[in-house]
């Protein structure tokens, strides 16, 4: 194998005047509790149906004719639409990759593919293929559905379950890494050889591409719900919404001014509209086409005011235990599922009221273990393929001092 430095791509576009290269790449430390929330949101809404089959819960969620009462059948649909935080880290995922790779090819006039490549490798693929070495363990000694394994070993898991319906506990979570993958492969070919002022029409191009997709598989392919969920181009918008404020940002668009109680307003009109809205409900073409563009576009402003707006109510920076909870989410979504099998099969003591609480610790407990003990070592081999490192350390050497005649 060849060095990283050896596979670039070169590109016309000189680096931009007055930015050093040397210059540290912003953190943007707030998503990493936009991060943590989004996972939590995901973990509630798989956890939320063993929590009502605890007897109690069912108790208390029953009526007198023993019909779900009316409060605990909106409370179904509310969590239900949690899994809106699969499209919240669809957003910031299409947000950071394409900041990154904007940055890197003004920084240096283009982009190390090999390097992008080796750092997304380190960071994905040692929890997923863990998931995926479990799934003929849980089928073997938990008589679960056994997985196809070829195609989740290619990452292709999420057409697999498209197809023939959601199987094993260790998998049926990996369409969205399978999705991710595939995005990152593509994305900085595209960053790397599309002209900037032409990323916007490609951006909005993958959007429409999208949007026509849904409408084909709705129209043309009736009953294929999985498809509208799982289907990698019918999930790629959210990655190009992302992509595009991160264009925006990059060359300097602010957000709009908003007034406080506006903000406020909207967040709170968005709020009632999504508690009384199932957020995969998709019976029509107006559902289905425009309906997550409101959602999103929504949190897609309340994540830019957090990160940009001096004046946001919502200051989300400093070092806090979220903060790290955030470094781990990557962690938490892996793992959700094998705890919350766990605590339903193998340990019922902890199959209370407080279930979903249990879930959460266990869970946070064991993705702290992995990013501690396992994922930050790994993570620090990124640095050998950190991009254009030889070349940011020589511009970070101070120059030498002339020489004094004798």
Request: aromatic content about 18%; charged content about 15%.
């Given at each position: 194998?060849?060095?990283?430095?050896?596979?670039?791509?070169?590109?016309?576009?000189?680096?931009?005047?007055?930015?050093?290269?040397?210059?540290?790449?912003p953190?943007?430390?707030?998503?990493?509790?936009?991060?943590?929330?989004?996972?939590?949101?995901?973990?509630?809404?798989?956890?939320?149906?063993?929590?009502?089959?605890?007897?109690?819960?069912?108790?208390?969620?029953?009526?007198?004719?023993?019909?779900?009462?009316?409060?605990?059948?909106?409370?179904?649909?509310?969590?239900?639409?949690?899994n809106?935080?699969?499209?919240?880290?669809f957003?910031?995922?299409?947000?950071?990759?394409?900041?990154?790779?904007?940055?890197?090819k003004?920084?240096?006039?283009?982009?190390?593919?090999?390097?992008?490549?080796?750092?997304?490798?380190?960071?994905?693929?040692p929890?997923?293929?863990?998931?995926?070495?479990m799934?003929?363990?849980?089928?073997?000694?938990?008589?679960?559905?056994?997985?196809?394994?070829?195609?989740?070993?290619?990452?292709?898991g999420?057409?697999?379950?498209?197809?023939?319906?959601?199987?094993?506990?260790?998998?049926?979570?990996?369409?969205?890494?399978?999705?991710?993958?595939?995005?990152?492969?593509?994305?900085?070919?595209?960053?790397?050889?599309?002209p900037?002022?032409?990323?916007?029409?490609?951006?909005?191009?993958?959007?429409?591409?999208?949007?026509?997709?849904?409408?084909?598989?709705?129209?043309?392919?009736?009953?294929?719900?999985?498809?509208?969920y799982?289907?990698?181009?019918?999930?790629?918008?959210?990655?190009?919404?992302?992509?595009?404020?991160?264009?925006?940002?990059?060359?300097?668009?602010?957000?709009?001014?908003?007034?406080a109680?506006m903000?406020?307003?909207?967040?709170?009109?968005?709020?009632?509209?999504?508690?009384?809205?199932?957020?995969?409900?998709?019976?029509?073409?107006?559902?289905?086409?425009?309906?997550k563009?409101?959602?999103?576009?929504v949190?897609?402003?309340?994540?830019g005011?957090?990160?940009?707006?001096?004046?946001?109510?919502?200051?989300?920076?400093?070092?806090?235990?979220?903060?790290?909870?955030?470094?781990?989410?990557?962690?938490?979504?892996?793992?959700?599922g094998?705890?919350?099998?766990?605590?339903?099969?193998a340990?019922?003591?902890?199959?209370?009221?407080?279930?979903?609480?249990?879930?959460?610790?266990?869970?946070?407990?064991?993705?702290?273990?992995?990013?501690?003990?396992?994922?930050?070592?790994?993570?620090?081999?990124?640095?050998?393929?950190?991009a254009?490192?030889?070349?940011?350390a020589?511009?970070?050497?101070?120059?030498?001092?002339?020489?004094?005649?004798?």
């Open positions: 194998m060849s060095s990283p430095s050896s596979t670039t791509v070169a590109l016309t576009d000189e680096p931009m005047a007055g930015v050093s290269p040397a210059a540290p790449i953190y943007f430390q707030p998503l990493d509790i936009v991060r943590f929330l989004a996972a939590v949101l995901i973990l509630i809404t798989h956890s939320y149906d063993h929590w009502t089959d605890v007897p109690r819960i069912a108790a208390a969620t029953t009526g007198p004719d023993g019909q779900p009462a009316w409060w605990a059948l909106k409370l179904k649909v509310f969590v239900g639409s949690f809106i935080g699969v499209d919240i880290f957003l910031m995922s299409g947000f950071l990759i394409t900041y990154l790779l904007l940055v890197e003004q920084r240096y006039g283009r982009i190390d593919i090999k390097s992008f490549y080796m750092r997304r490798v380190l960071r994905i693929w929890l997923y293929y863990f998931c995926v070495a799934a003929p363990v849980l089928t073997h000694f938990a008589h679960e559905p056994a997985a196809n394994m070829p195609m989740h070993l290619l990452f292709l999420n057409f697999d379950l498209m197809k023939n319906g959601w199987g094993s506990t260790a998998v049926n979570h990996l369409w969205s890494i399978c999705i991710e993958e595939h995005f990152y492969l593509v994305w900085p070919l595209l960053i790397a050889f599309v900037r002022p032409k990323l916007t029409t490609v951006f909005g191009a993958v959007i429409l591409l999208s949007f026509l997709t849904r409408i084909y598989y709705f129209y043309f392919e009736p009953g294929t719900y999985n498809t509208l799982l289907h990698t181009l019918c999930r790629w918008d959210a990655l190009a919404i992302g992509s595009l404020f991160a264009y925006a940002h990059f060359h300097g668009y602010g957000l709009p001014r908003v007034p109680a903000r406020w307003m909207l967040y709170g009109a968005t709020l009632l509209v999504f508690a009384n809205d199932a957020y995969g409900n998709w019976d029509n073409i107006f559902l289905l086409s425009f309906k563009y409101v959602f999103l576009g949190i897609a402003f309340f994540i005011n957090v990160l940009f707006n001096p004046d946001s109510a919502v200051q989300w920076r400093g070092r806090t235990i979220f903060h790290y909870f955030g470094k781990i989410s990557y962690g938490i979504y892996m793992f959700h094998f705890v919350i099998f766990a605590l339903v099969r340990f019922p003591m902890f199959h209370t009221s407080f279930f979903i609480g249990w879930v959460l610790l266990f869970t946070l407990i064991i993705s702290a273990a992995s990013y501690e003990l396992v994922e930050k070592p790994i993570l620090r081999l990124k640095k050998y393929f950190d254009f490192r030889q070349q940011r020589k511009l970070r050497e101070p120059e030498p001092a002339p020489a004094v005649p004798v």
